[in-house]
Nanobody
Framework: QVQLVESGGGLVQAGGSLRLACAAS????????MGWYRQAPGQQRELVAV???????NYADSVKGRFTISRGNAKNAVYLQMNTLKPEDTSVYYC?????????WGKGTPVTVSS
């Protein structure tokens, strides 16, 4: 069983930055994709950023140019650098590992951006 734990969320003022991290309980030897999603109260969960096994990335239009996704060399972690944060970025952020053995989710870390 793969367990994912997010960290790095918190309260930040608009225009500030946060770096989210997600670590797997064990080494991931192969994967299809790793990503970050977010879900605000009363809203649907949406894709924020994804990185594939070949290193290609994709971002939601709302965060493109402000957020950067990256993965650890050991393939057991994924990161999300969030810059120029806006109040509308306020949400609970979830990491996702799409592995050949299954699709795994973290429990989420809240991010609050004040105006």
């Amino acid at each position: 069983q793969v367990q994912l734990v997010e960290s790095g969320g918190g309260l930040v003022q608009a225009g500030g930055s946060l770096r989210l991290a997600c670590a797997a309980s064990g080494t991931v030897f192969s994967f299809k994709a790793m990503g970050w999603y977010r879900q605000a109260p009363g809203q649907q969960r949406e894709l924020v950023a994804v990185i594939t096994s070949n290193g290609s990335t994709n971002y939601a239009d709302s965060v493109k140019g402000r957020f950067t996704i990256s993965r650890g060399n050991a393939k057991n972690a994924v990161y999300l650098q969030m810059n120029t944060l806006k109040p509308e970025d306020t949400s609970v952020y979830y990491c996702n590992f799409e592995l050949y053995g299954g699709n795994y989710w973290g429990k989420g870390t809240p991010v609050t951006v004040s105006s």
